[in-house]
């Protein structure tokens, strides 16, 4: 009994210090956007919603937000369809070297869209005309997230079972039938996991729409967000605290509404 | 054939099917890396003569990168920040709440994994502000809370500052990746260790780890992979101060795109790919065999 007292004081200590350490970060995100002065300090604001009206007065904040949308929609519109035909067929089909591919293709993936690759890639897409273009930032983010897509997604359709799919062979329908009524439906989880992880990606990204980008109509918040700055030079806190407020809410919002519905998780397949 | 391909998804239809993925990876991905390649045996720069007619230069900038101080010194810190925040950090914490938090539905589970999860879908460039104003010298929230006013973590601690800052940035994926993960353990099994007299240790060796060994190894090579690669902190410390911070990737953007270096930049992003390329190699044949074990 003595055990199980000390399990459940220890888990409870460890969950308050976890719950603490992530909600401290947060709090200046929660105070900050509503005080008349804010500073960097975390305090009970003099409240306010000043900040919100100086906030729209800016040119930039309102387009800025919609050409987030823009991109982060169409790039993860693009992830979600291409992983899942190329996931569903190296899945099904024994193609030789496949692992091998994918793993070099992840390694890529996640070195080549750092800085390393940014001067090649601005030459790239100012070659194919794609400088100032939303569909250069589409392009550019998605051939970067496309490979770990693949990965995770193949992982759901291996743990997909193929009888359903032979069954339905056996009845007439084509490949592109199977996996729109059969497979899709069964890897619902693990598309909603790659499109939020594709939007949240898009949303935060900052170097390549900042590289790729000139005109900052339209630029995405993540850059406007580092405009924010007086002409001496010092951070508008106002603006720069209210800002992250508004450009974080619609993430935050994806998220709750994918995982009610359904149910935002690691596993494919079905419920055993 | 048909137990090769038991969907009847044929050759040609699978070719089909990845081609265009591959198509899109290959313009934007592979094709600006082998320009990487290229790039790092040449003198290219920003500006300057070398920026309009760029001479082949050979190995030149590989022999110099080694023979660099700096590039050592950040190649150390690296290593620091992949095991300290990814392996041991991230790894050890998220398996850590998932396993607290696993057969406990309720809003404890439902808060915790919102807030970590929070951590992780916000916006990079937001993150740095928060951080920021947690960690500010005169007026930080965290100084406020600990009455240590004054305290520069960012210029005193750069490394361990960043090192926490990533384990609170990314647990949220392993944290979710181990609670699927601990739900093919089946609970009788569990239950069977405890009446046995097992520990939570031996019950966790004995049951859980033969379970997921292939979960925790793809997860170990993605946050490593992730970490080693990762900018983020470039918005808290930029490196500094004196370099005390610079990982790779905040070094290789001071060498080649605030220094003007492009060609040794870029040979310096291939020596990360090479690194990379044995970290991949090791996980793989970590798991090869874990697979010859289940499927004899």
């Known amino acids: 009994m003595t055990r199980h007292a000390l399990a ?42 000043g900040n919100f009206r100086s906030l729209l007065d800016n040119p930039y904040v309102m387009s800025s937000l919609r050409n987030s949308l823009l991109q982060a929609a169409g790039s993860a519109a693009l992830v979600v369809v291409l992983a899942a035909l190329a996931a569903y067929a ?28 940014m001067v090649p890639l601005f030459e790239l897409a100012t070659r194919l005309n794609l400088i100032d273009t939303h569909l250069g930032v589409i392009l550019t983010l998605s051939g970067g997230l496309l490979p770990a897509a693949i990965f995770i997604l193949k992982d759901f359709m291996d ?10 062979r056996v009845f007439g329908a084509s490949s592109l039938q199977i996996l729109r009524h059969i497979v899709i439906p069964l890897v619902r989880p693990g598309l909603a996991t790659i499109a939020v992880w594709a939007v949240a990606n898009v949303w935060g990204s900052f170097l390549q729409p900042f590289i790729l980008l000139r005109d900052p109509d339209k630029a995405p918040g993540a850059v406007i967000l580092y405009t924010l700055y007086t002409e001496g030079g010092a951070p508008r806190l106002d603006l720069i605290s209210t800002f ?29 | 054939m048909s137990q090769a391909d038991p969907s009847g998804l044929g050759r040609a239809r699978a070719v089909g099917f990845v081609l265009p ?6 313009v934007f991905l592979i094709f600006p890396a082998l320009w990487t390649i290229y790039l790092g045996l040449t003198d290219y720069r920003l500006t300057g003569l070398a920026a309009a007619d760029p001479q082949v230069v050979g190995v030149d900038n590989y022999t110099t990168a080694l023979g660099d101080e700096r590039f050592r010194n950040s190649l150390w810190l690296t290593l620091q920040y992949v095991l300290g925040s990814a392996v041991v950090g991230q790894a050890v914490l998220g398996f850590a709440i998932a396993w607290v938090l696993r057969n406990r539905p309720g809003p404890v589970k439902r808060i915790t994994e919102g807030l970590v999860l929070l951590a992780w879908i916000l916006p990079s460039s937001v993150i740095a502000f928060l951080w920021i104003a947690l960690l500010d010298r005169d007026d930080g929230t965290l100084n406020a809370l600990l009455h240590t006013p004054g305290f520069a973590w960012l210029l005193d601690y750069p490394m361990p500052s960043i090192i926490v800052f990533n384990v609170w940035r990314g647990t949220a994926f392993s944290m ?27 019950q966790l060796r004995d049951v859980v780890f033969p379970r997921i060994k292939g979960h925790v190894l793809t997860n170990l090579l993605l946050i490593s992979l992730w970490t080693f690669n990762d900018f983020t902190s470039f918005q ?38 090479l690194i990379n390329l044995v970290f991949a190699f090791v996980y793989l044949r970590l798991l090869r065999d874990r697979r010859k074990v289940v499927v004899p």
Do not use: C
Not at chain 2, 176 to 202: I, K
């Open chain 2, 236 to 273: 808290l410390t930029a490196g500094g101060p004196e370099g005390r911070s610079e990982i790779l990737p905040v070094y290789i953007y001071n060498v080649a795109l605030s220094g003007g270096r492009l060609g040794f930049g870029a040979a310096i992003s291939f020596l990360v790919l």
């Open chain 1, 8 to 49: 459940t004081i220890g888990r409870a200590t460890f969950l308050a210090v976890v719950l603490g350490f992530f909600s401290l970060p947060l709090l200046w995100l929660a105070s900050a956007p509503f005080d008349a002065h804010p500073s960097i300090t975390t305090s009970l604001p003099e409240f306010t919603f």
């Open chain 1, 90 to 117: 190296l899945s099904r089909v024994r193609v030789p070297g496949r692992d091998a591919l994918l793993y070099v293709l992840l390694l890529l993936s996640s070195v080549v869209t750092g800085t390393a690759a």
């Open chain 1, 244 to 272: 992250s407020l508004l450009y974080s809410l619609p993430v935050v919002v994806m998220y709750v509404f994918v995982s009610r519905r359904y149910g935002f998780r690691f596993h494919g397949g079905i419920k055993r």
């Open chain 1, 159 to 168: 743990g997909t079972p193929t009888s359903y799919e032979e069954s339905a």
């Open chain 2, 176 to 202: 979710m990746l181990y609670g699927a993960a601990l739900e093919n353990v089946p609970p009788s099994h569990l239950e069977t260790a405890r009446l046995a007299g097992a520990s939570t240790f031996q």
């Open chain 2, 21 to 26: 993925g591959l198509v899109l990876i290959g």
